[in-house]
């Protein structure tokens, strides 16, 4: 298998939209309840910055199926599958 299988957890980033005053912004900043993703797909590759995943892809031809970038910051856990 060219890429390997992986299962990777991570915060989805959140937006406000509209006007809110202070109070409002200061709540949802200090909200908890984080979305959390569950994302399987193939690990194409990895470094500092972000991780990236494909959808699918061709083994043996140079097509590669919906690819994901996904910030380092908002990865939780990696796992291989």
Request: glycine letters at 4%; hydrophobic letters at 35%; aromatic letters at 12%.
């Amino acid at each position: 298998m060219k890429f390997r299988p992986c299962l990777v957890t991570w915060i989805d980033i959140s937006t406000k939209q509209g006007w809110i005053n202070q109070e409002e912004c200061d709540s949802f900043i200090s909200d908890e309840s984080e979305n959390i993703v569950y994302q399987a797909g193939f690990l194409y590759e990895q470094d500092e910055r972000q991780v990236v995943l494909l959808n699918s892809y061709f083994h043996n031809q140079d097509l590669l199926g919906d690819v994901t970038k996904i910030p380092r910051g908002c990865i939780i856990e990696i796992t291989m599958l």
